[in-house]
């Protein structure tokens, strides 16, 4: 069974930046579209950045110009940079199959984002 793991996350003060990196131990993710959503507590699950197995990008107007997700298929990981990050930015970051991929994953446990001061 697939078992995505995402870490990276931490406590940072406005204007600071974090990595995450999403892997997936049973499967691999060469072929399949990829996506960071994220979860603030109280509210919904938002997408957050896509990147399609050619390497397109797209992003969400929140983040987009702070934020960039990556892949390397050879490691089976994919990357989100988060740069100049906000207290907005506070959520649960998780990684899946995008929203335009027939694929979907079973939900990893996502690492957790604090920004404040």
């Known amino acids: 069974q697939v078992q995505l793991v995402e870490s990276g996350g931490g406590l940072v003060q406005p204007g600071e930046s974090l990595r995450l990196s999403c892997s997936a131990s049973?499967?691999?993710?060469?072929?399949?579209?990829m996506a960071w959503y994220r979860q603030a507590p109280g509210k919904l699950h938002y997408l957050v950045a896509q990147?399609?197995?050619?390497?397109?990008?797209g992003y969400a107007d929140f983040v987009r110009g702070r934020f960039s997700i990556v892949r390397d298929d050879t490691k089976n990981t994919v990357y989100l940079q988060l740069n100049d990050l906000m207290p907005d930015d506070t959520a649960v970051y998780y990684c899946?199959?995008?929203?335009?991929?027939?694929?979907?994953?079973?939900w990893g446990q996502g690492t957790q984002v604090t920004v404040s001061s």
């Open positions: 049973g499967s691999t993710f060469s072929g399949v579209h």
């Open positions: 899946n199959g995008a929203p335009s991929s027939p694929v979907t994953f079973q």
């Open positions: 990147i399609n197995s050619d390497g397109t990008t």
